[in-house]
């Protein structure tokens, strides 16, 4: 037999101490791994400002810098169409001058030699007086065009293949921190699945495509093809509107459609479809605010009308009823039919919505008589051509329109109303045809009357290769650039900024939405990185057609030839008539003196005595005429591929600026507050414990008596039994309410412990496998202070107005915790690390306790009986 000795409890003291300690360690892994929670919300912020400052810099560089280099590049058309025709102008009046001159000759009366000195001297004074009037086109082309080649100069060096690599290393960093952010938030969102009924009601007319009021089969799978739902492809859009059109009415009502969404084969369907009709809405919208062209009002808005289509009829109706009351010039309305046409016929385009179609019906039931007479202008070769639209398109379009128009319900009586019948088309075709033939015809009749004198064809055929400057240099392409390329009137921008200010918010408020509804900020298959690659793609084409203009040797060579050019040009025509003279006083030398004449002379080179000015207009500036057009369409297009970046950036940056930094404070304050009470809960119950050794023992009115005759288990097996004989004492029945609530204490101890062994396996795998996943080693600019900065350094050489905070940008990768995975792979192991050590300490420091406590329990137990068996008479 063992003594029970009254004294200190040694052993529960020190497991009890070693218990909080380990739970200490516990909570502090834990307050660790809140902190790194709340850290990923000052990261989400800060990639969120980053992302914005990107978005603006595009917005405030590039794209303003675009629409200034692609006006400069059709002025410089324009200008290059006067120099040619001034150039025509000089030498036609010099031709006519020297044959003037030469027709008033009299051998009889005149010598020779005196009469060419005076043709000469007069000749140089009207080609001085001349070419002063073509000086001011010379130093406005180089004035216009300078500054346009030295943006795509700057443009070459600073966006060079290191740049473009780096921007996009760049985006596709930020696409893996949205989506390492949006998994996160996903699996930890307290308001996943928020705000349905407004998913439902914001979806379902998505999916109603034909605007019936109910969804059919051909409504799913338009909707699968136009937002990219694969689960829906094949026979699977038919497989759930059989499954779910219960009343089999022949369409799914609302009712019916919230049961279909919620399918466990197509998860987040309503996030995907309303994400990705908002993403097109925010980025049309900043190609509205961003038009300033006519031709890009035209294109942005019908692009606007091609997405709304299928979503907002009342969208439609607001849009039509503006182009058909009179509130925006008559020839905008035009310009965006035919831009419907053009959109329906785009081969590279496969419309599932007649657009056209759509909106000339509700053009027609808003105003019939507006649209016929937008249509009557359509129909007039002259207004086709100051639009800078091809002849040969107009008839097909004109017939398009019309053809839309008989399909609209009161369209036939508007068209005959108008004057329009069957086969107007036909007449619009020959119109365009006369029209043409009688341009040829004036542009024909007017170099031949700048050219009629003989000294002018010489002239023009040894000085610009046989062909007036202008007709050898006559582009069609270029001359509808210049018409294309004129500002829209203020009426119409200020339009279109409301435009565009109403889709953009639209569209960020439905993203916010999306976000509420599913915990994201994007889907799977966006990408910032895609359109950042299409982005640069398109400003390569539009550098490297300009790239032999816009080096320093082109740019140098350029501005020296037109410097060069007047000066050259008075000496070449000067030469060459002389030339003219010489030939033209050789003839009536031999008339009057045949016996002495020789009209054998031998031929000479006479490019060898030129300066080359002419080459600037014979070679330079047709060159430049011709590739112009392409490069100011490669440009419209490297402009779109610009706002479709910074609007998609800053519609996705906002949302997650705005929800998820939030969302993580209160995550980690939820988790930071489950550990705190989990902690103070086991504190209590382990000091519990301590009192309860403490009373076992004696003290605190414990029992006193001394005895000898209890024996303390032995082995692992005899601690285990009693440990459980003294929990369950309090349902196996109890000697007194003391040892019932010990006996309570213990058994809560125990089940507390199986909680916490528990909630640290899970945490743990599931913090571990959620930074394994992500693999963020493999992103060196989340893991890298010098790689991060490096690379923001390298964006802003190309772009200037990047980050410009009072935060050095050599600061900026820390202070806006950019380092995500760093962060998470400090924090993680720090939390893990110690929670680890902490629970196994904790569990073993505990199960002993909870042992010897029982051991306690039992001997107090037995103490208590004897002392009440020895007080019995």
Not at 688 to 713: N, R
């Amino acid at each position: 037999m063992v003594g029970y000795n009254k004294g200190p409890p040694w052993c529960t003291i020190f497991l009890v101490c070693g218990a909080i300690t380990a739970h200490i360690l516990v909570l502090c892994g834990n307050l660790a791994t809140a902190g790194m929670i709340k850290d990923l919300g000052e990261s989400s912020s800060g990639w969120s400002s980053v992302g914005k400052s990107l978005s603006s810099a595009l917005q405030t560089d590039v794209e303003p810098a675009m629409t200034k280099v692609s006006t400069a590049l059709t002025e410089t058309i324009d200008v290059v169409t006067q120099l040619q025709k001034s150039t025509d102008v000089t030498m036609s009046l010099c031709g006519s001058t020297i044959d003037s001159a030469l027709a008033q000759f009299n051998a009889s009366t005149s010598d020779l030699y005196t009469f060419k000195d005076k043709l000469i001297a007069q000749l140089r004074g009207i080609v001085d007086e001349l070419l002063k009037r073509v000086q001011p086109l010379t130093d406005r082309l180089i004035q216009v065009l300078q500054p346009a080649l030295d943006q795509i100069k700057e443009w070459t060096g600073s966006f060079n293949s290191k740049v473009q690599a780096i921007l996009e290393e760049f985006s596709t960093t930020i696409d893996r921190v949205q989506k390492l952010l949006d998994e996160v938030m996903h699996q930890t969102s307290p308001t996943n699945g928020q705000g349905e009924e407004d998913m439902i009601y914001n979806t379902y007319t998505l999916f109603d495509t034909d605007d019936s009021g109910r969804l059919h089969p051909d409504d799913l799978r338009t909707a699968a093809r136009l937002y990219g739902i694969s689960e829906l492809s094949g026979n699977k859009a038919q497989e759930l509107f059989d499954k779910y059109d219960a009343d089999a009415a022949g369409g799914m009502d609302e009712q019916e459609y919230t049961l279909f969404v919620n399918d466990p084969s197509i998860p987040g369907v309503m996030t995907v479809v309303l994400r990705s009709y908002s993403k097109d809405l925010a980025r049309i919208g900043g190609r509205v605010a961003a038009a300033r062209l006519r031709d890009e009002v035209a294109e942005a808005v019908v692009e606007y009308l091609e997405l709304v289509c299928a979503k907002n009829m009342t969208r439609v109706a607001w849009l039509s009823q503006a182009l058909t009351n009179g509130s925006l010039p008559i020839q905008l309305t035009a310009d965006i039919l035919k831009e419907l046409v053009d959109t329906m016929e785009d081969p590279s385009k496969t419309p599932i919505i007649d657009v056209g179609q759509v909106v000339i019906q509700e053009m027609v039931r808003m105003n019939p008589d507006y649209l016929v007479q937008a249509l009557q202008l359509m129909s007039e070769p002259a207004f086709w051509k100051n639009e800078g639209f091809l002849g040969e398109q107009q008839a097909p379009t004109v017939a398009r329109v019309m053809n839309w128009t008989m399909m609209a319900p009161q369209g036939p009586d508007a068209l005959r109303k108008g004057g329009f019948k069957i086969g107007d088309a036909m007449d619009v075709k020959k119109k365009q045809d006369a029209f043409a033939a009688q341009d040829l015809v004036d542009n024909a009749d007017d170099e031949a009357a700048l050219y009629e004198s003989s000294a002018s064809q010489f002239l023009r055929s040894t000085l610009l290769g046989g062909t007036g400057a202008k007709s050898g240099g006559d582009y069609p392409e270029a001359d509808a650039a210049v018409k294309r390329g004129q500002l829209a009137l203020p009426v119409t921008l200020k339009w279109a900024q409301w435009l565009a200010a109403n889709a953009t918010s639209t569209a960020h408020r439905h993203l916010q939405e999306c976000f509420d509804y599913s915990g994201q900020s994007s889907g799977a298959m966006e990408s910032i990185a895609m359109d950042v690659s299409g982005m640069v793609s398109k400003i390569q084409a539009f550098t490297n057609s300009m790239a032999a203009y816009a080096s320093p040797q082109g740019i140098d060579r350029l501005v020296n030839q037109s410097l060069n050019f007047v000066k050259g040009a008075a000496d070449d025509i000067i030469y060459i008539g002389e030339d003219y003279v010489d030939a033209q006083l050789k003839e009536v030398e031999c008339q009057l003196y045949p016996q002495t004449c020789n009209m054998t002379q031998k031929e000479k080179d006479m490019s060898l005595d030129l300066t080359g000015a002419f080459h600037f207009i014979t070679v330079t500036l047709r060159d430049i005429k011709g590739v112009l057009p392409t490069v100011i369409n490669d440009l419209k297009f490297a402009k779109k591929g610009v706002a479709t970046v910074y609007n998609t950036l800053d519609s996705a940056m906002i949302v997650l600026g705005l929800k998820a930094p939030p969302l993580f404070y209160q995550i980690s304050s939820i988790y930071k507050g489950l550990w705190v009470a989990y902690f103070v809960f086991f504190a209590l119950a382990t000091i519990g414990v301590l009192f309860y050794g403490f009373w076992a023992s004696g003290y605190f009115g414990g029992p006193q008596s001394m005895t000898d005759d209890y024996e303390a288990p032995k082995g692992c097996m005899e601690r285990l039994r009693t440990c459980c004989n003294a929990c369950s004492a309090c349902v196996r029945g109890c000697h007194d309410n003391t040892f019932c609530f010990w006996s309570v204490l213990l058994l809560a101890q125990v089940v507390a412990l199986i909680l916490f062994l528990i909630c640290v396996l899970i945490c743990v795998v599931a913090g571990v496998e959620a930074f394994l996943s992500k693999s963020c080693a493999q992103v060196y600019i989340l893991g890298d202070v010098s790689v991060c900065t490096t690379t923001l350094k390298s964006i802003k050489k190309f772009l200037h107005s990047f980050w410009n905070t009072q935060l050095p940008i050599d600061l900026t990768c820390k202070s806006e915790n950019l380092m995500t995975c760093n962060l998470i792979a400090e924090q993680m192991a720090i939390g893990v690390g110690i929670s680890i050590a902490g629970g196994i300490l904790a569990a073993v420091m505990s199960f002993w306790m909870i042992i010897e406590s029982a051991v306690m329990h039992e001997r107090a137990k037995w103490s208590r009986m004897l002392d009440g068996e020895a007080k019995k008479p």
